[in-house]
């Protein structure tokens, strides 16, 4: 793959954080009772920073300058702070930003590992017994929603079986190999919930592109060749049908946040997701802008890894 | 004819679908000798496709099945083969070229790769080797450049160029027999006749039968020995290509030969001839007797009625027709 | 059945002549769709839960903030079939309540997104060029907006002032219908405008526009009704997502005000019982479960009927 093409993308992602910044702005702008100045009037705020703040926010400037001062300030990670734990948002939200990437990350490896064979086996032989249970089993997973499916976890391992820990906490005593253990088996509620819920559609994207793919004129190609059913499969099937579906992830990112989020509250996971509720409930509010802002970022970052995903997928973009 | 390489008799490859049984192949019987070059004409949907396909068992089962018949190859009937059996014939032993070259070769993997993919397999070649050999048969099939090319990706070929590559991709292992599904319908005329020049170079140069499927009389006349004409799913006229153009029996063959665009013939006289009229019968019900005998100009009362037979009606011709 | 209608095979397989239907488009559609079971049973299992909800307070006619500390979470009695929360208030009486509340915001906001996603396909379609260029890099834009953080936030900021407007039910009700149809009107748009475009230029629309129908006329009744199966399909799968959507806002206690017992916002109270009083989450959670399931499972059906090309 050549630099061009990574330039490219990059190039083509800055309009589209452009544009969910500019989103954000005009819901602030919109809102009644400027948040801003909220900020400003908060009795919590010192009266030198209040000074500040004002100055800085600029609240009588034309609106556009006011967007563009913004859309520097959180570019450079200037996003005020918090003023129920008093600390900078920037710290406060890096502080737990790690947390939710591992859960997400996780939670979509899981996915994955799910959708991948059991969409590939039931694409392999359509309208079979095993393709009717994975489909009945995909859409139970899709609609259960992820607050159900973690309290119903929590029932079974937690409170009836009482296997797992129902509280993530980030202060286990000990090092070494019971302190991971500890770690694992704390993620593992939390990691399924989000993991099965993304896989279940996940299932239903992966059967359909494995559907288009097989009944392509390469794909009889292949099979005319005399290599096998197998590698027929994984190497001409699922490999071009794996492309497709890179995007189909990339569009699902902001789902998986949503999906995070209510995570984080379900099993008090100290990650920006739960952060974002907690100042929501505290009116926090240069934390919610920060998180929301993060939160954008990420899925403009993850649309950008798709893409590029895409193009060392398909040689066809790639050197186009 | 001394033991055909590949004999099909009463072949049936049926399709089950929403709307019912369609009988896309019917009772089909064809050879194929050593080293000949067999054409199996008739228009789209005639079942030529799905026989050749057959062969090869590149069938989706379902909706598609064997209702009968047998597909001997050197005497052994392919049908009851099991996957990994099946597999040991295909590529090495029977290998085909299809209609699209746009669309039959994967667009993620180099040509080189592709070709080499059934060495491997099949000859136990190394990587190395095998994209070796590639080069190799890319050189055959005249690319030029092979060294560079073998790794370029199928999208940096034009559509003769990648037909030459499967041409390339099926005789690497050089087969017995090449089934050639349409080979140049979906090319340029210029190029049409450069891929047909290549297959029967390609022939005297391996000595393998060649199966080729077309719907186009004139590349019969220019390539074939023998000829078998279908028409909704049934064999309707076998013969030498001399034979078939000298004295078509059928009507239907009649309508085709007539159907081929002369150079002589005045344009006005052409358009009469080209066409036969009516449809392809539908193959969910096809009709009582001669499936020909609603498009038929000779018709009679019979052959609405009684199916006529294959039978033969000179040494080494047959007709299905009763005039 | 698996989903959809079996691929037929394709047409260098199967050189089928397919016999021209006897029936008319909706008879046709539905007999597609009764071939899919689970989407009959969801018809039948939706009715249930909408029909529970509508005449449920006539029949079960106990009032939902019946507040009675005898009573404080009773497992399910023939006093109250679903139990009591940490009040003794009746759950059974506070769901078909919610339910009334839940449907009606998943029916609402999938109207929004509707109306908004035809509007916008629409016009992208019939306006090739910039305008069309314009509003599909804004339904892009809008497709890659982290949704529940920008819903949350939009109640966060705007929930004062409406609940000042409407009242504290009302205001809540229109705000996140509104913000939920608002953001979920871009797959409409898309498959309105790619019906347009492929629509357009067939023989039917030229005929009509040579016996010179002029262009309002064209779109009401010539693309539209032709666009309808797939949006109708997306539509449904919108109500079930609706739903869920309205239900985590609640879940997360920023829905609905505690008096207002959605389906979410009743696990929302019930979640920190649920070692005491599992009952309390598993009622809500499932009446959740059946009407997004079955809805979904109906799109399914439909999608069978109306849109029968595609796989997905």
Same mark, same amino acid.
């Given at each position: 793959?050549?630099?061009?093409?990574?330039?490219?993308?990059?190039?083509?992602?800055?309009?589209?954080?452009?544009?969910?910044?500019?989103?954000?702005?005009?819901?602030?702008?919109?809102?009644?009772?400027?948040?801003?100045?909220?900020?400003?009037?908060?009795?919590?705020?010192?009266?030198?920073?209040?000074?500040?703040?004002?100055?800085?926010?600029?609240?009588?400037?034309?609106?556009?300058?006011?967007?563009?001062?913004?859309?520097?300030?959180?570019?450079?990670?200037?996003?005020?702070?918090?003023?129920?734990?008093?600390?900078?948002?920037?710290?406060?939200?890096?502080?737990?930003?790690?947390?939710?990437?591992?859960?997400?990350?996780?939670?979509?490896?899981?996915?994955?590992?799910?959708?991948?064979?059991?969409?590939?086996?039931?694409?392999?032989?359509?309208?079979?017994?095993?393709?009717?249970?994975?489909?009945? %089993?995909?859409?139970?997973?899709?609609?259960?929603?992820? %607050?159900?499916?973690?309290?119903?976890?929590?029932?079974?391992?937690?409170?009836?079986?009482?296997?797992?820990?129902?509280?993530?906490?980030?202060?286990?005593?000990?090092?070494?190999?019971?302190?991971?253990?500890?770690?694992?088996?704390?993620?593992?509620?939390?990691?399924?919930?989000? !993991?099965?819920?993304?896989?279940?559609?996940?299932?239903?994207?992966?059967?359909?592109?494995?559907?288009?793919?097989?009944?392509?004129?390469?794909?009889?190609?292949?099979?005319?060749?005399?290599?096998?059913?197998?590698?027929?499969? #994984?190497?001409? #099937?699922?490999?071009?049908?794996?492309?497709?579906?890179?995007?189909?992830?990339?569009?699902?990112?902001?789902?998986?946040?949503? !999906?995070?989020?209510?995570?984080?509250?379900?099993?008090?996971?100290?990650?920006?997701?739960?952060?974002?509720?907690?100042?929501?409930?505290?009116?926090?509010?240069? #934390?919610?802008?920060?998180?929301?802002?993060?939160?954008?970022?990420? #899925?403009?970052?993850?649309?950008?890894?798709?893409?590029?995903?895409?193009?060392?997928?398909?040689?066809?973009?790639?050197?186009? | 004819?001394?033991?055909?390489?590949?004999?099909?008799?009463?072949?049936?490859?049926?399709?089950?679908?929403?709307?019912?049984?369609?009988?896309?192949?019917?009772?089909?019987?064809?050879?194929?000798?050593?080293?000949?070059?067999?054409?199996?004409?008739?228009?789209? *949907?005639?079942?030529?496709?799905?026989?050749?396909?057959?062969?090869?068992?590149?069938?989706?089962?379902?909706?598609?099945?064997?209702?009968?018949?047998? $597909?001997?190859?050197?005497?052994?009937?392919?049908?009851?083969? /099991?996957?990994?059996?099946?597999?040991?014939?295909?590529?090495?032993?029977?290998?085909?070229?299809?209609?699209?070259?746009?669309?039959?070769?994967?667009?993620?993997?180099?040509?080189?790769?592709? $070709?080499?993919?059934?060495?491997?397999?099949?000859? *136990?070649?190394?990587?190395?080797?095998?994209?070796?050999?590639?080069?190799?048969?890319?050189?055959?099939?005249?690319?030029?450049?092979?060294?560079?090319?073998?790794?370029?990706?199928?999208?940096?070929?034009? *559509?003769?160029?990648?037909?030459?590559?499967? $041409?390339?991709?099926?005789?690497?292992?050089?087969?017995?027999?090449?089934?050639?599904?349409? /080979?140049?319908?979906?090319?340029?005329?210029?190029?049409?006749?450069?891929?047909?020049?290549?297959?029967?170079?390609?022939?005297?140069?391996?000595?393998?039968?060649?199966?080729?499927?077309?719907?186009?009389?004139?590349?019969?006349?220019?390539?074939?020995?023998?000829?078998?004409?279908?028409?909704? *799913?049934?064999?309707?006229?076998?013969?030498?290509?001399?034979?078939?153009?000298?004295?078509?029996?059928?009507?239907?063959?009649?309508?085709?030969?007539?159907? $081929?665009?002369?150079?002589?013939?005045?344009?006005?006289?052409?358009?009469?001839?080209?066409?036969?009229?009516?449809?392809? /019968?539908?193959?969910?019900?096809?009709?009582?007797?001669?499936?020909?005998?609603?498009?038929?100009?000779?018709?009679?009362?019979?052959?609405?009625?009684?199916?006529?037979?294959?039978?033969?009606?000179? /040494?080494?011709?047959?007709?299905?027709?009763?005039? | 059945?698996?989903?959809?209608?079996?691929?037929?095979?394709?047409?260098?397989?199967?050189?089928?002549?397919?016999?021209?239907?006897?029936?008319?488009?909706?008879?046709?559609? +539905?007999?597609?769709?009764?071939?899919?079971?689970?989407?009959?049973?969801?018809?039948?299992?939706?009715? &249930?839960?909408?029909?529970?909800?509508?005449?449920?307070?006539?029949?079960?006619?106990?009032?939902?903030?019946?507040?009675?500390?005898?009573?404080?979470?009773?497992?399910?009695?023939?006093?109250?079939?679903?139990?009591?929360?940490?009040?003794?208030?009746?759950?059974?009486?506070?769901?078909?309540?919610?339910?009334?509340?839940?449907?009606?915001?998943?029916?609402?906001?999938?109207?929004?997104?509707?109306?908004?996603?035809?509007?916008?396909?629409?016009?992208?379609?019939?306006?090739?060029?910039?305008?069309?260029?314009?509003?599909? +890099?804004?339904?892009?834009?809008?497709?890659?907006?982290?949704?529940?953080?920008?819903?949350?936030?939009?109640?966060?900021?705007?929930?004062?002032?409406?609940?000042?407007?409407?009242?504290?039910?009302?205001?809540?009700?229109?705000?996140?219908?509104?913000?939920?149809?608002?953001?979920?009107?871009?797959?409409?748009?898309?498959?309105?405008?790619?019906?347009?475009?492929?629509?357009?230029?067939?023989?039917?629309?030229?005929?009509?526009?040579?016996?010179?129908?002029?262009?309002?006329?064209?779109?009401?009744?010539?693309?539209?009704?032709?666009?309808?199966?797939?949006?109708?399909?997306?539509?449904?799968?919108?109500?079930?997502?609706?739903?869920?959507?309205?239900?985590?806002?609640?879940?997360?206690?920023?829905?609905?005000?505690?008096?207002?017992?959605?389906?979410?916002?009743?696990?929302?109270?019930?979640?920190?019982?649920?070692? &005491?009083?599992?009952?309390?989450?598993?009622?809500?959670?499932?009446?959740?479960?059946?009407?997004?399931?079955?809805?979904?499972?109906?799109?399914?059906?439909?999608?069978?009927?109306?849109?029968?090309?595609?796989?997905?």
């Amino acid at each position: 793959m050549s630099r061009d093409f990574l330039l490219r993308r990059l190039l083509i992602a800055i309009p589209s954080l452009f544009g969910i910044s500019l989103v954000l702005f005009v819901v602030l702008a919109l809102a009644p009772g400027d948040p801003f100045g909220e900020l400003v009037t908060n009795p919590n705020v010192p009266p030198e920073v209040r000074l500040a703040l004002r100055a800085k926010f600029g609240l009588d400037d034309p609106i556009w300058i006011r967007y563009v001062r913004w859309l520097f300030a959180m570019l450079q990670g200037d996003w005020g702070f918090s003023f129920v734990s008093r600390v900078n948002v920037d710290t406060l939200i890096l502080q737990r930003l790690p947390t939710t990437m591992a859960v997400i990350g996780a939670s979509q490896v899981l996915a994955i590992m799910i959708a991948i064979p059991v969409g590939v086996l039931a694409a392999a032989k359509p309208y079979s017994l095993f393709d009717q249970i994975a489909n009945t %089993f995909a859409f139970i997973g899709f609609s259960l929603p992820t %607050f159900f499916t973690g309290l119903l976890l929590i029932l079974v391992f937690s409170v009836q079986l009482n296997w797992l820990p129902f509280v993530f906490t980030t202060e286990i005593r000990g090092s070494g190999w019971p302190w991971l253990w500890e770690y694992v088996r704390q993620s593992i509620m939390p990691v399924t919930v989000l !993991g099965l819920f993304q896989g279940a559609s996940l299932v239903r994207y992966v059967r359909s592109s494995v559907l288009e793919v097989i009944k392509l004129d390469y794909v009889t190609t292949a099979r005319s060749k005399g290599i096998g059913e197998r590698k027929v499969l #994984v190497l001409h #099937v699922v490999r071009n049908a794996l492309i497709p579906v890179v995007t189909l992830v990339a569009l699902q990112m902001p789902i998986v946040f949503g !999906g995070a989020i209510v995570t984080e509250q379900i099993f008090r996971v100290p990650g920006i997701g739960s952060l974002l509720i907690s100042a929501m409930l505290a009116n926090d509010t240069p #934390v919610i802008m920060g998180v929301t802002f993060v939160f954008s970022c990420l #899925v403009v970052l993850f649309n950008l890894i798709a893409d590029v995903l895409y193009g060392w997928l398909d040689p066809r973009i790639a050197l186009r | 004819m001394a033991d055909p390489l590949l004999d099909i008799r009463d072949l049936k490859t049926w399709f089950r679908t929403e709307d019912g049984l369609v009988r896309a192949v019917d009772g089909v019987s064809m050879s194929i000798g050593a080293g000949e070059t067999l054409a199996v004409v008739g228009e789209s *949907g005639c079942g030529k496709t799905v026989t050749a396909r057959s062969v090869l068992k590149l069938i989706d089962m379902p909706p598609g099945q064997f209702a009968g018949g047998q $597909i001997l190859w050197r005497g052994r009937d392919l049908i009851p083969l /099991p996957p990994a059996e099946m597999d040991k014939i295909r590529a090495r032993e029977i290998a085909m070229v299809f209609q699209e070259p746009m669309t039959s070769l994967n667009p993620v993997y180099p040509v080189g790769q592709q $070709i080499a993919e059934s060495l491997r397999t099949h000859e *136990g070649l190394s990587r190395k080797a095998a994209l070796d050999e590639a080069v190799a048969m890319l050189r055959l099939v005249q690319i030029s450049n092979p060294e560079r090319r073998v790794h370029d990706y199928p999208h940096q070929f034009s *559509g003769g160029m990648r037909q030459r590559v499967m $041409i390339a991709l099926a005789l690497a292992c050089k087969p017995k027999l090449l089934i050639a599904d349409e /080979p140049t319908t979906a090319l340029d005329v210029t190029i049409q006749a450069q891929i047909l020049e290549l297959l029967v170079e390609m022939k005297e140069r391996f000595g393998m039968a060649i199966m080729l499927i077309t719907h186009a009389m004139g590349v019969v006349a220019e390539t074939a020995q023998r000829v078998v004409v279908m028409y909704a *799913g049934k064999v309707v006229e076998e013969a030498t290509v001399e034979d078939l153009f000298a004295h078509p029996r059928h009507p239907y063959t009649q309508g085709l030969i007539r159907s $081929i665009p002369r150079v002589d013939a005045s344009a006005t006289v052409r358009r009469r001839l080209e066409q036969i009229p009516g449809t392809v /019968p539908n193959l969910l019900n096809p009709p009582e007797g001669c499936r020909f005998a609603a498009r038929c100009g000779f018709a009679v009362e019979t052959c609405r009625k009684v199916e006529p037979p294959l039978r033969e009606v000179a /040494p080494g011709h047959k007709a299905a027709c009763v005039l | 059945m698996a989903g959809s209608t079996p691929a037929s095979p394709s047409a260098s397989a199967g050189p089928a002549v397919r016999a021209a239907p006897a029936f008319s488009p909706a008879r046709d559609a +539905w007999r597609r769709f009764r071939k899919h079971r689970l989407a009959v049973a969801s018809l039948v299992a939706l009715g &249930v839960v909408v029909l529970a909800v509508i005449i449920g307070p006539v029949v079960w006619p106990v009032a939902i903030n019946d507040i009675d500390f005898s009573a404080q979470l009773k497992p399910p009695s023939f006093a109250h079939p679903f139990g009591t929360d940490d009040l003794g208030q009746d759950i059974l009486a506070r769901l078909i309540y919610g339910g009334r509340i839940s449907l009606a915001v998943g029916l609402v906001a999938m109207i929004v997104a509707m109306v908004v996603g035809v509007l916008v396909g629409a016009t992208a379609g019939m306006s090739r060029g910039r305008v069309d260029a314009a509003l599909m +890099w804004l339904a892009d834009l809008f497709l890659s907006l982290p949704q529940l953080p920008l819903l949350l936030l939009i109640i966060y900021l705007f929930r004062d002032g409406l609940k000042a407007v409407l009242g504290p039910e009302g205001g809540v009700f229109v705000l996140i219908v509104l913000v939920i149809g608002g953001l979920r009107w871009m797959p409409v748009a898309r498959l309105v405008r790619a019906q347009f475009l492929s629509l357009r230029e067939k023989e039917f629309v030229e005929a009509a526009r040579a016996l010179g129908a002029s262009r309002a006329r064209l779109v009401v009744h010539h693309i539209l009704p032709n666009a309808l199966g797939p949006v109708i399909v997306a539509g449904t799968i919108d109500v079930a997502n609706a739903i869920i959507a309205e239900s985590t806002l609640s879940f997360l206690g920023l829905g609905f005000p505690p008096d207002i017992p959605t389906w979410g916002r009743v696990l929302f109270d019930a979640k920190d019982y649920l070692d &005491v009083a599992a009952y309390w989450s598993l009622f809500p959670g499932s009446a959740m479960f059946i009407a997004v399931l079955s809805i979904n499972f109906i799109g399914d059906g439909l999608r069978d009927a109306l849109d029968p090309r595609r796989v997905l």
